[in-house]
């Protein structure tokens, strides 16, 4: 391990987990709060608000991007996988915390059964984002994490090639 603390190593995969987990846990609680009014014919119901499907936009984006973070720790690229966690783990729990006043169940007369339990899902994966991407930040100079060149390579060359 080149002279690199195993319990560091640890820290870099328990973050790529919690970007996981959290970001699986969000984008499928994300979707999962969309009402349905029909499955065969797919239809929503027509009282969704916009401010509803702006919410949901960010969240399942906010939740892909998390899963992109993971991908940048398996990478050892730390700094950016830090960065990046922590603006999407802050903007999931800023939703999600503005989300109890009741903005989850839609408008109107549209209420999304467990919306509660939806809320607080989502709340606790973007906990788990953001202290993964404070895990990333705080790793980001040790030797773990890949250099500048490193770093290049990585960009510049798409994944089956390397």
Known sequence: MNGISP???GFVDLAAVMFV???VVTLVMSLLSLPIASIYPFTLPSNIGTEFLVVLGI????SLGAIHC???VTKRMLS???IRGLIFGALLLIFSLGLIGGSLSGTGTTTVVGSGTTT???TLSAVLIVVAGIICFALRHTAISASAIARQHAIAQPAFQQ
Do not use: M, N
């Open 120 to 122: 607080l899902l989502i």
């Open 80 to 82: 950016e996988a830090g």
């Open 70 to 72: 993971y991908s940048l």
């Open 21 to 23: 987990i959290g970001g």
């Open 59 to 62: 969240t399942v984006i906010c």
């Open 7 to 9: 319990v560091k190593h």
